[in-house]
């Protein structure tokens, strides 16, 4: 036999591991330089011929190797001798191959003899982890690759592939017969939980002897076994075979039958033709239907019809509290008449009429009533804000004193035309009625009434339309109207008459100097007739349009001299320019009237029906200094408002006094370094924008300047200009 070899400097071949028979040993591509290197560690000698054939010595000795392979022929390794490094081929007994798979699969297979049987757990083991630890009595383990279903695969050709699962009681030496309730075989499933596999199997198929076996009695019952949802409990079912019929055990009763509550009948027997199952308080029985009075029944197979029978009809009937009564009942016919109540769903009613009956729209969807009972809601007066919701009542009255504020619903919950309803019934004290965003939208002073109509719903606060009703002091009759309030400044009257005794004239023109004469309509002359002139002296009788004075004085001051006296009028009128030399002694201080330079000096009042020229008009000054939080300007008093240092936040209030129809007022305001919030009264009789926007904050130490003229028909100062410090 050839050995390869490979000679690695000062490397040596023990002889130990080669066989003393070997005899000669061929070394192949051996020259004699390398065979100059072979040793005896023994002390035996080599010996080789120019062939490269070398004789092994028959003591233990040592070959060195060298780098080339050569060849050992006619020599055999003794028992045990290993090789390193090259793979022994299938022709020289090896297997060819590196690995045991490779191996098994290289030879095609192992062939077992009869003679030689496994001693040992045998394992096929495909995957590249170890195998499982296996179940007590296992023969032979089968573990296939991650991923991959395993299976045990039987092929047969031309006969039927089996399984076959044998049991026999005893030993193997002296085998015995199979015992009722003894398993034969069984297949079990086990499972890896979290941690490991399952302790016991969770699902299997047993079968079990169901008698004591003999050659000719072999009764065998199959167990099913499973596993509940959720937990390790396990369940079962048998199929017997003792009555030869297979059926489920855990469904069936003592009888064979499936149970009722395995969703059987707990019956074996075959329903005659018309028979039903009938509940019994404990199962079923089978009976058929018996037939009443006027009632023929004819039972066939898979079929009950039931006919009248005869003319005694419906012997009784009663429709309960329906309100349905029967009309007619003859030969099993029933026909009810009436109309259904409401307390079974009805509407008590056949037409939208009648107490306790529902509410029917007629064809026009409209519904007629005698009255409808709103929600109404009496208030005492807290001087709080109640926030109302789509769910709140909508007529309010508060009484009391103090004053209460309505915060109106979120106008997006309601319908466009919800209207609310608000009577200041207290004896001091307003309503004040907001929008869902805080802002006022209606003030109510006592006694008064006033209706919110919401008009439009597309954000919170919605917009809202107020009206007012007369209040309890007011009366009317066909042509009058009692008012014993006040009618505010700008209103008109139009269409009537206002008579002497409410404050008018009681006439309809009147055209030049105007005579009251008690209650009667005033009259009117172009003159004042001299017999209504009384105290005049001698002048009375004078004519009334041409009165002369010479002489005499009035109020001490002599009227018509040469040279007038000293003395003061109280009061002096002019229709054209009142000039003189030294005119202004005459009125105690006055500025000069007339003159080149005027005088310095006040008029009390000044009247005139041309223009005022070259004159200066100071401008009347109000203001408010520090933390009044609620300002009010002075209408009647100034013609700017000034609101400086403002320490808190600011509401503004309407102007005070009585306004004339185009007064102009100026507001200026700012704050002591720190912005302000600015709050704006919006009801009647304050403040409306008019092209422009009110500020709502102030900017630290800017001043804010509002333009504000009145507007006496719509009885508000409309805000025409705004604007702020750079």
Not at 116 to 130: D, E, G, H, P
Not at 242 to 266: E, K, P, Q, R, Y
Request: charged content about 5%; aromatic content about 6%; some cysteine.
């Amino acid at each position: 036999m050839a050995i390869p070899y490979t000679f690695a400097t000062g490397g040596v071949i023990y002889a130990s591991q080669i066989n003393s028979n070997f005899g000669a040993v061929a070394l192949t591509n051996l020259s004699n330089t390398n065979a100059a290197s072979l040793t005896s560690a023994g002390g035996g000698t080599f010996t080789f011929n120019t062939t490269g054939t070398i004789t092994v010595p028959s003591t233990t000795d040592t070959l060195v190797g060298r780098a080339t392979t050569d060849t050992l022929t006619n020599k055999t390794l003794s028992t045990g001798s290993t090789w390193s490094g090259n793979v022994i081929g299938i022709s020289s007994g090896g297997t060819g191959q590196t690995t045991a798979g490779a191996a098994l699969t290289a030879l095609g297979g192992i062939s077992v003899s009869s003679a030689n049987i496994f001693t040992a757990v045998q394992k096929v083991n495909l995957n590249a982890a170890s195998p499982p630890a296996v179940i007590t009595g296992t023969l032979l383990q089968l573990v296939q690759a991650n991923t991959v279903a395993a299976g045990l695969l039987v092929d047969s050709f031309a006969a039927n592939p089996s399984i076959n699962l044998r049991r026999a009681d005893g030993t193997g030496a002296a085998p015995s017969a199979v015992q009722s309730g003894e398993s034969i075989a069984a297949l079990n499933a086990y499972g890896y939980g979290a941690t490991g596999y399952s302790a016991a199997r969770r699902g299997s198929i047993n079968w079990a002897a169901s008698e004591n076996w003999t050659d000719t009695a072999q009764g065998t019952a199959v167990t099913i076994t499973g596993t509940t949802a959720g937990g390790t409990s396990a369940y079962t079912f048998t199929i017997p075979t003792s009555s030869g019929t297979a059926m489920l055990n855990d469904f069936s009763n003592a009888s064979g039958a499936i149970t009722i509550a395995a969703g059987g009948t707990g019956l074996t027997t075959t329903p005659a033709n018309g028979q039903l199952l009938i509940g019994n308080g404990v199962g079923y029985t089978l009976s058929t239907l018996t037939a009443g009075s006027g009632v023929t029944i004819t039972n066939a197979a898979g079929s009950i019809t039931l006919t009248a029978s005869g003319t005694a009809g419906v012997g009784t009937f009663s429709a309960g509290t329906t309100g349905f009564t029967p009309n007619t009942a003859t030969a099993g016919t029933v026909t009810l008449a009436g109309t259904l109540n409401v307390a079974n769903g009805g509407t008590g009613v056949t037409a939208s009429t009648g107490a306790s009956s529902v509410v029917l729209r007629d064809a026009n969807q409209n519904i007629t009533t005698n009255y409808l009972f709103a929600g109404y809601s009496n208030v005492a007066a807290a001087g709080t804000t109640t926030t109302l919701t789509a769910s709140s009542v909508f007529n309010y009255t508060v009484t009391g004193s103090g004053g209460q504020t309505f915060k109106l619903p979120d106008a997006t919950t309601l319908a466009v035309g919800s209207t609310y309803i608000f009577n200041n019934n207290q004896s001091s004290g307003t309503i004040i009625a907001q929008n869902n965003s805080s802002t006022t939208i209606v003030t109510l002073q006592s006694g008064s009434i006033a209706y919110v109509t919401l008009l439009t719903n597309s954000i919170a606060a919605g917009t809202w339309d107020t009206h007012y009703e007369l209040p309890s002091n007011v009366s009317w009759s066909t042509n009058t109207l009692t008012w014993t309030g006040t009618i505010a400044s700008g209103t008109t009257w139009n269409g009537n008459v206002i008579s002497v005794l409410y404050g008018g004239t009681g006439a309809a023109t009147l055209t030049g100097y105007v005579k009251g004469s008690g209650t009667s309509a005033l009259t009117a002359s172009a003159t004042i007739p001299n017999t209504d002139i009384s105290g005049l002296g001698t002048i009375s009788t004078q004519a009334a349009n041409s009165v002369a004075i010479t002489g005499g004085a009035i109020n001490s001051t002599t009227v018509g001299a040469t040279t007038a006296s000293t003395g003061a009028f109280t009061t002096l009128s002019a229709s054209s320019t009142v000039s003189g030399t030294g005119f202004s002694t005459y009125l105690a201080s006055p500025p000069a009237i007339g003159g080149s330079a005027a005088a310095a000096g006040t008029f009390t009042t000044l009247t005139a029906t041309t223009n005022i020229n070259s004159t200066r008009i100071n401008p009347r000054i109000g203001t408010t200094t520090g933390a009044a939080a609620g300002i009010t300007p002075t209408g009647d008093t100034s013609d700017q408002y000034n609101v400086t240092a403002a320490g808190v936040n600011l509401t503004i209030n309407a102007p005070s006094g009585t306004p004339v129809n185009g007064q102009k007022l100026t507001l200026r305001i700012v704050d002591n370094g720190t912005a302000r919030t600015l709050t704006w009264t919006v009801t009647s009789g304050a403040y409306r924008v008019v092209g422009t926007t009110l500020p709502t904050t102030t900017v630290a130490n800017k001043t804010i300047y509002v333009g504000c003229i009145y507007n006496a028909e719509a009885i508000f100062w409309d805000v025409v200009a705004v604007t702020q410090q750079a």
